[in-house]
């Protein structure tokens, strides 16, 4: 089973109090997956929405997952604080959650990409159980996601709570499953709204499905887009490209192609740029 993860962001962005987002930014990670990409906001983003003197506690740096519970429910997405065990966070991830976690960064052998620090800090952890004993972490410190072992985890979050039970932060719309999504064939194609007869702005969406939920934004009458991949997904045809660096689908019934069957040269630059030839 395959969930939407979407892109990770990074605390350390150039924004205000960029070095004590890791909490808001662990939520920004958490609120892309858990809508499919269709809400993407960055951690500084986050972080603007609750002014410093209005937080849980001003005097101490970063959040706390309660100032990230403000934070969603302004945004009107669900998201809860639960407290609980360990048991409880990892029945979590299997029920396709993503959950924010607070613990002790001195418990990561390898460290936190922050070769400074070693204090409290702030994870985002995806679903999905490959049965090899790990979880897939999304430390806002580091420049990518990577697999971590539980007990790791564990040892983590229990340091932080001091023998108490955990609280952990969770958002409650189970994250997009692509497990039913199949590329069929990479191909470069430049298209236009259609049909030709009738033209309308068509919109494109973060996930191959038909829902309003998944759209982000639309192509304009006369706008021509190129797309690089054939997509089946959910019984219809898509077409995979990018926009505003976020990697979007076109139902290919709501567009007309420049070139039936694409344009050769389009579709060559593509093929030498993957195969690493040409000029």
């Not at 929405?49 to 005097?59: R, V, Y």
């Not at 052998?109 to 790990?134: E, I, Y």
């Not at 409650?172 to 692509?178: A, L, R, Y």
Request: hydrophobic residues 30%.
């Amino acid at each position: 089973m395959i969930f939407f993860e979407g892109t990770h962001r990074r605390q350390l962005d150039g924004s205000p109090l960029a070095s004590e987002n890791c909490t808001p930014t662990s939520g920004a990670n958490g609120l892309r997956a858990s809508s499919g990409g269709r809400l993407d906001k960055s951690g500084g983003e986050l972080r603007a929405l609750i002014p410093k003197d209005k937080e849980t506690d001003p005097k101490t740096p970063g959040w706390s997952l309660g100032d990230l519970k403000r934070a969603m429910d302004g945004l009107k997405v669900p998201y809860k604080n639960k407290p609980g065990t360990w048991a409880d966070v990892e029945a979590t991830l299997r029920s396709g959650l993503f959950v924010v976690l607070q613990g002790d960064s001195d418990q990561f052998p390898g460290g936190t990409c922050s070769a400074n620090f070693k204090g409290d800090h702030c994870v985002g952890l995806h679903p999905g159980d490959l049965g090899d004993g790990t979880w897939l972490l999304a430390d806002p410190l580091c420049p990518s996601r990577r697999r971590e072992k539980r007990e790791v985890l564990k040892a983590y979050a229990e340091k932080f709570a001091k023998g108490k039970k955990l609280t952990f932060g969770v958002f409650t719309t189970p994250v997009p499953q692509e497990d039913d999504m199949k590329i069929t064939a990479i191909k470069g194609e430049d298209w236009t709204p259609g049909p030709k007869d009738a033209p309308a702005r068509r919109p494109f969406r973060s996930l191959p499905e038909r829902t309003n939920e998944a759209i982000v934004g639309h192509i304009e009458i006369g706008q021509i887009v190129r797309t690089i991949a054939e997509v089946e997904a959910g019984g219809e045809k898509w077409r995979l490209t990018e926009i505003g660096g976020q990697s979007v689908y076109l139902l290919r019934s709501d567009f007309d192609p420049l070139f039936q069957g694409g344009d050769p040269a389009v579709d060559k630059k593509l093929s030498d740029y993957i195969a690493r030839t040409g000029g």
